[in-house]
Structures are given as C-alpha cells and as structure tokens.
C-alpha cells in the first residue's frame, strides 16, 4: 500500500453515489472551482441519443467544465467495462498532462472497479456468435442459457442473475470462444496500482425517502423535456428496427428506456408506465447503494445536510482551500 504522506501521484476526485442523489451537480461547481475535468463513469452516457432519460450532461452543462466519455458509441453497439477502462485512462492520462484535475463521476460500479482496478484479459467480442446467442435466447427463453451457463461454469451461474442478459450472454460467448469458464478467467485477474491518489466520495442521502422524492423529481422533469419523444426517434433508428430484440441491447436496458419502449408498444397506458419507470430506478438506486457499501475507502456524505463537510473533506486531500 502506497503511504498516503509520501503519495507522489496526481490527484484525481471520485464523486459516486446512486442516481439523482446529485453528484452532477457537484461535480461541476467542484470542477469550475478547482479548473478540473470532468470523466463521466456512467454506462448510459456512452451512447449517442439517449441524453434526457440519461441526464446526460447539456450544452450548458458541458460549457462550464470539459467532459469526458460522453458519446462514444450507438445505441446499437455495444461498450464494454473493458473498453470503457481503457478509454477513461487515456483521458486521465491527458488531463494530467494538461495540469488539471480529473473529477470522475458516476453510479457504473463495474466501471469504476475496471477503471481503478483493472480486469482480467479475456477474448474480444464476437459479433456474429454474440447474433447467434441472441437468436437462441430468443427462441428457448433467457432462463434456458442461464442453465446452460450453470452447467458448464456454475460459479458463473450463481453470481450473474437469471434475468441479466448480458451478462449471460457474454459468459456463454467467452465458453463457447475458449472453452474456458469466464469465471477463470476473472479468477486470472492482475492487480496493478492505479496512478492516481483518488478521494472517493459518496454521495447518498440519509433518508431513502429523501432519494425517492428525488428520483420521482427528476422523471417528471425528464417527461416533460420530452423522453418519450427521444424513445421515438431511438425506435425510429434503422439498426435498432432491424435488431431482433432491441430491448436486448445494453443501450436500451438503461433504466426507464425499457419501460419507456414498452410503453410505446401499447404494453403500458401512461400511469402504468410512469409506476413502472420509478419503479426501475428505486431498484437500480438500491443496488448502486449495495456496491457502494462495499468500497471500504470511499467516505459517505449526505448531500442534503453535508455540504460543508464534502468541501472540508475536498479542502484536506487538496491540502488547501479551493477557491471560493
């Protein structure tokens, strides 16, 4: 372990929390204030067109402080943890060099742990066996390829749920690549130190009731800026029309556009949609909270009462005030 007194590596600024609990917000006034940038650790935002139902940063937003690892990608491809940690590091290898600050900030744990931690060198994607997966899920049921998986990499099977898809469907990919279980090759993961010294913050209000309030807020607001509107043009995107199961997609399995697809396939009336929406969040919400329990170096700050004490917390890891 690095001594944190003789720590010589650039700082860097990790605000996580679960969603609208208000890490944007902070990030950007912390950011304007200390000439940092900003590196986005949030799956959702790496993909072009969903920007209301993402809270994806606006032009405004993005004017008062440089972003970072914003749309990469098409809502009909896919970015992996893997990819994603190999970008925010050449990011924040060029904010260094440039003498800035990099505020990371984000709900993505996997993100996260890739990015600080690394993850085990596994085969790359391939698109025409991950097609053929998806074909087969479509036919047999996602349930019948989680017992697939179960059976030739059970430790696999137990930790990834019988309704993460994704998560499925590349554990069997990597199987039927290699011949090798993706939980051994996980288990082959190399540790390398980060280098970066990292305040982690996490921003997570005291009262459940407070973070529901909020989330029920900000839906709201996203209908009224118009997220249906943005489903539509997704719906209307060729490659999402000729995709077999678009709600396969890792784009579209962000929370609320699911419910919001469905929605406009006549499934849901407006009310129904709106439950299941707030509905999606408060669980997401939930597990963001689960992981965040486990990072044992990251502090926890109510935002709604603690604002003093995160600028004092700032204030002591910069070793001076930052400017008012």
Known sequence: MIDARCDQRPPAIAILGPTA???TALALDWAQRLGGEIVSVDSALVYRGLDIGSAKPDARERALAPHHLLDLRDPHETFSAAEFATAANVALAEIAARGAIPVLVGGTGLYFRAMVHGLASMPSADPALRARIAE???????????????TVDPVAAERIKPGDRQRIGRALEVWRLTRRPISDWQRAQAHRPFP????????APGDRDVLHARIERRLDAMLAAGFLDEVRRLRADPHLRAHPAPLDLPALRAVGYRQAWQHLDGLTDARAFREQALAATRQLAKRQLTWLRGQLDARRFDPEHQRGELDEALAVFLGRSPSP
Do not use: I, T
Request: glycine residues 8%; neutral net charge.
């Open 196 to 203: 970066f010294r990292v305040l982690n913050l996490v921003l």
């Open 21 to 23: 609990s208000g890490k």
């Open 136 to 150: 087969e899920a479509a036919a047999r049921g996602w349930d019948a390829l989680h017992s697939e998986l179960a």
